[in-house]
């Protein structure tokens, strides 16, 4: 009997620190990602969907937008979705030591933690690194670029994550034959993907970030063959709709299972 597919969504919810270190410099979406979030939990509910927000954990300390929304985050919880941690402060994990990365990993654990009153045990690091995993023969030349040698690779990570308590990660790396390809092409891999362990912790790989056609794609692929689709994406920049045109955007039947 063939595995239905299943579609797992991310919204990385960063408010304003996340805007602030932006690669592409410094931005003002804090009071956009809560906005577009107030609509998405609708939009969520209208059609029964349950998914993970990764929340920034500072973004749950008290206080005002755009950087702190913890009646937001709770109500994440409320509305039956779940929390997972995004770090402390949109933090860059492959620039972390051990000790900066347990602290980071344990401090927004427990804010998040303390304000929706259920346990946190899922992760998403910040631009979707370290994706430096030479098991998989994936390089991480962005975790190298960036700040120099890395620190924290995928293993050191997940290793990080088992020790906090957490019990699932969203990753991404490029195995070497991928990354080749897209330089000779231009065209980067994305294609559904199967759970897999590292270092004791359950980890997902991302498929694809957005709802244009590629993700589409990638979804249908997964509901036909029976693997996960996994998208991630960000509420401040997401199109919502209220129509009937968010059929196209949010329906897709997964083995039978209307999942979203």
Known sequence: MKHPGRLL?????????????????????????????????????QYQVKTTFAVVGFAALDGDLPYHAPVQIREMTQRGHEVASHTWMHDWVPGLTHMQLLETLRKSKEQLEEVTGKPVISFAPPWNAPRTFLKKTSIGLYDWRRNGRPYTDIPKLCKALRETGYRTARISYEPLHHMLLRRLTGKTVKQPTRAEWVEGILCLKVSSGGFAADSMAIIQHAAQFGRNAVIYGHPNTCLLYTSDAADDLLCVDLGGRRII
């Not at 270190?21 to 609708?42: A, I």
């Open 9 to 45: 969504i991310y919204w990385d919810y960063e408010l304003q620190r996340g805007a602030d270190v932006s690669p592409s410099g410094k931005h003002d979406w804090g009071v956009e990602d809560y906005r577009q979030t107030e609509k998405l939990l609708k939009l969520l509910d």
